[in-house]
């Protein structure tokens, strides 16, 4: 059987239309899939948009590891190399102390009214993922600058997420938000919130709270609505003939709201029920220190691009198995770890590399460089 998903496309004529000038991907899922609202897609347009009754919907989690898993098995540039993924296994359930830091252990979140309606930090969260990508090539740009800078811009101003403000946006209040920065993709960045503003406003009585209400406890639920209404984060590329799916930003804004809320269980409305099925957010620091545990092995080509700091195209084959190894080989992880009774979230060895990751980063090989608004 054969599916057909139709993602939000106005008339039947245009996904015709997209047929025939081969945008069509079949994928060995028994997916095909009418590829329409690009990331660009106007931000008034994209609150009109809904899921038509013609869209199938499935389960984006599975999407991700079936696809990561097909790529690997394809991969020319990257091999994930069992043995050292096993010693990293054995040297995570050796540690006595916690594994991974909390969500806002560092401080640079806001999240001041978590313990009362949580309104704010999810409209917190809603922005910062809608803009957590491409940190290069501006010096001092890293993540905890854009997530300190806007947690500052919201207790200066409790309205300044409005999603009136957000649908309005111009690319000079963003660069008040970070002051004295060259920001990089900035036009990306201002498209990503106006587009997440007229979703919130046509949709959600501009309230980024009310779309996680409408996920009814499920992350797979809030990416698939995320994916669905909003272009700039559908994180999705061709392999082969095939499609990928990564989704590493939707998924981490699930992530990042279920960590805020303290990861509380069902019940709670940010209480995902199905956390585990989350993947790792595939970007630069994860693969990076992977490549250093000698977890990835990379093809020379690929190590001398890296070395010279030669810019990996976004969409290419070498970038799709950096990302798509990165993700098999974090799944492969969390199941050696479970069966060592080990008990962490693809999530929560993402956070643990992670961190490990950026505590090294100036002592270890680069990491590829993509410019691309997906992470």
């Known amino acids: 059987m054969v599916f057909i998903i139709y993602n939000g496309s106005r008339n039947w004529q245009h996904a015709i239309n997209t047929l025939a000038l081969g ?5 060995s899922l028994g997916i095909l899939y009418i ?9 008034r347009e994209v609150g009109k948009q809904r899921v038509k009754s013609c869209q199938i919907e499935l389960d984006p989690l599975k999407l991700i590891k079936k696809s990561a898993e097909r790529t690997v098995a394809r991969a020319q540039h990257v091999q994930i190399v069992k043995d050292q993924l096993e010693a ?7 540690r006595k102390e916690k594994t991974y830091v909390e969500w806002d252990e560092c401080g640079w979140h806001y ?22 990508f491409c940190f290069w090539p501006t010096k001092g740009l890293e993540y905890e600058h854009l997530a300190i800078a806007l947690k500052n811009v919201l207790i200066g101003d409790p309205a300044a997420f409005n999603a009136s403000n957000l649908v309005n946006i111009k690319e000079s209040e963003l660069q008040k938000w970070l002051p004295g920065v060259d920001i990089p993709l900035i036009h990306a960045r201002v ?25 009814n406890n499920s992350a797979s639920k809030l990416v ?7 272009p700039s984060f559908r994180d999705e590329s061709v392999y082969n003939g095939e499609q990928v799916f990564f989704y590493k930003r939707a998924q981490i804004l699930a992530a990042d709201i279920w960590g805020a809320f303290g990861r509380q269980s069902k019940g709670h409305i940010c209480g995902f029920s199905d956390m585990e099925e989350v993947t790792m957010f595939a970007d630069y620091r994860v693969p990076q220190i992977l490549e250093h545990r000698g977890v990835l092995k990379y093809s020379q080509r690929l190590c001398q691009m890296i070395v010279s700091e030669e810019e990996i195209p976004a969409g290419s084959d070498m970038e799709i198995e950096i990302r798509a190894a990165t993700i098999q080989a974090v799944e492969m992880l969390q199941h050696i770890l479970e069966k060592n009774d080990v008990k962490l ?31």
């Open 191 to 215: 498209t990503a919130l106006r587009q997440l503003g007229a979703v919130l406003l046509n949709s959600y009585d501009g309230l980024a709270i009310k779309m996680v209400e409408e996920s």
């Open 224 to 230: 698939q609505m995320v994916v669905s209404s909003i």
């Open 88 to 94: 990293l296994a054995r040297e995570i359930s050796d």
């Open 23 to 27: 945008s069509l991907v079949a994928g």
């Open 111 to 132: 999240n001041l009214d978590i313990s009362r309606s949580g309104i704010l930090t999810c409209q917190y969260i809603f922005v910062l993922d809608s803009l957590n």
């Open 345 to 375: 979230t693809s999530v929560e060895i993402d956070w643990l590399l992670w961190q490990e990751g950026e505590k090294l980063k100036e002592n270890i090989q680069k990491h590829h460089k993509t410019r691309t608004m997906f992470y």
């Open 35 to 43: 590829k329409y609202a690009s990331a660009y897609v106007s931000p």
